[in-house]
Nanobody, 128 residues
């Protein structure tokens, strides 16, 4: 039973990446899923979250309009499409899943919550 985050890499400013959060051993259908990031010397912050009950997403102000979270039930995967990347997006990105009933905004406001599962993190570096 695990979550695996992947898709990070080095990209130039203005570029795009798609992160994947794949679950094995359980179905993400019934879980809220959040993407979080932590840059060197900074606290972990919520980037984008999607609730379990209506799929309504939330986004941090810093990424709103550039990032899109989506869920593929058939592939048991949640994606984070990141466009128009900026150097300040550089961080290790983590995904987490929780079986609670709360809204996506509730989860994204709580990056230190004891989530049911955490992925291992994937490095995103935005640099020219």
């Amino acid at each position: 039973v695990q979550l695996q985050a992947s898709g990070g890499g080095l990209v130039q400013p203005g570029g795009s990446l798609r992160l994947s959060c794949a679950a094995s051993g359980f179905s993400l259908r019934n879980y809220a899923v959040g993407w979080f990031r932590q840059a060197p010397g900074k606290e972990r912050e919520g980037v984008s979250c999607i609730s379990s009950y209506n799929g309504s997403p939330s986004y941090a102000d810093s990424v709103n309009g550039r990032f899109t979270i989506s869920r593929d039930v058939a592939k048991n995967t949640v994606y984070l499409q990141m466009n128009s990347l900026k150097p300040e997006d550089t961080a290790v990105y983590y995904c987490a899943a929780d079986q609670g009933p709360y809204a996506s905004t509730w989860y994204c406001d709580r990056p230190k919550l004891n989530y049911d599962y955490w992925g291992q993190g994937t490095q995103v570096t935005v640099s020219s």
